[in-house]
């Protein structure tokens, strides 16, 4: 049998740099921390408008950084449809990308879901003043959805952008600002 030892001075490195890479991603999600919410017309297929409320919550964790966030479409006969979405997000070993975390493995830690499952792919990225959130679904032909969030950092709030794109086509883009509520 082959046995590896790290040695103690490796180990001191090793927690050290993790530890520096923790504080460096809560560091960057600091300023982006915080409630807000806001509301946007959404233009549909046949070019009515959609009026739906948005939030979203920002939080440093223990490891990274999570974004909960929500929508409520109002439709035209009366109906709402809400979503919500929590979403944590850990260092990846990347500057400024963060990995998903949204599934336990057998070994108790936290990793990205399986697109060739129909989950999907997962991570955000942080670039100056913009938190960009992705979302990637491939589908059983082997086509791609891409959701984008882009959330800038605004006076009194952010600046939200989201975009849904498939197979390289736009299929609907919201703009609108979400006002900082605590």
Partial sequence: MIRSRLSPALCVVLIAALMVWTSVARAEIAKF????EGSAEVTAAD???IP???SVDI???KEGFQVKWTSVTYRSDGRTKEKSYTIDFVPS???AVYAAAQQKNVFGHRVQLDPMKGEPYVWARIDG???TV???FVSEAGGYSLQQYDRTLADGGLDLRFQNIRDGEILRA???FLTRID
Wanted: proline letters at 0%.
């Fill in 129 to 131: 003043d913009t938190l």
């Fill in 93 to 95: 070993g990347r500057a």
């Fill in 134 to 136: 992705y979302s990637l």
């Fill in 33 to 36: 921390a915080g409630s807000y």
């Fill in 47 to 49: 070019g009515t408008k």
């Fill in 52 to 54: 739906r409320d948005m």
């Fill in 174 to 176: 919201v703009e609108t």
């Fill in 59 to 61: 939080s440093e964790t």
